[in-house]
């Protein structure tokens, strides 16, 4: 599975941003799309989670009701919604595919197949 991340700026506290996932190279139909965060200084962050089949979504706790993910099937696009953003959300953000059994699912261990990152910066 090929990844490709994009999406990423600068934007002021308070504003939004989406990013966007595009997928290939395989049928997503049995894999979860993740996606995860890294800010300078700190390990990788799960962000948040779907089932390509179903939609089932699965998010960070501190990350529910601000970050939305969803999926275009007709795309093989998965996006993460960004919403009322603060300056601590400024990282490289990545997704991430694979099939990791429930427990594994928030973890980077359970996606053997990386995007490249996209920066985003918040600004005060």
């Known amino acids: 599975v090929q990844l490709q991340a994009s999406g990423g700026g600068l934007v002021q506290a308070g504003g939004s941003l989406r990013l966007s996932c595009a997928a290939s190279g395989r049928t997503l139909s049995s894999y979860t799309l993740g996606w995860f965060r890294q800010a300078p200084g700190k390990e990788r962050e799960f962000v948040g989670a779907?089932?390509?089949?179903?939609?089932?979504?699965l998010y960070a706790d501190s990350l529910k009701g601000r970050f939305t993910i969803s999926r275009d099937n007709a795309k093989n696009t998965v996006y993460l919604q960004m919403n009322s953003l603060k300056p601590e959300d400024t990282a490289v953000y990545r997704c991430a595919a694979g099939v990791p059994v429930l427990s594994a699912t928030r973890s980077p261990a359970g996606y053997p197949y990386w995007g490249q990152g996209t920066l985003v910066t918040v600004s005060s």
């Open positions: 779907i089932r390509w089949s179903g939609g089932r979504t």
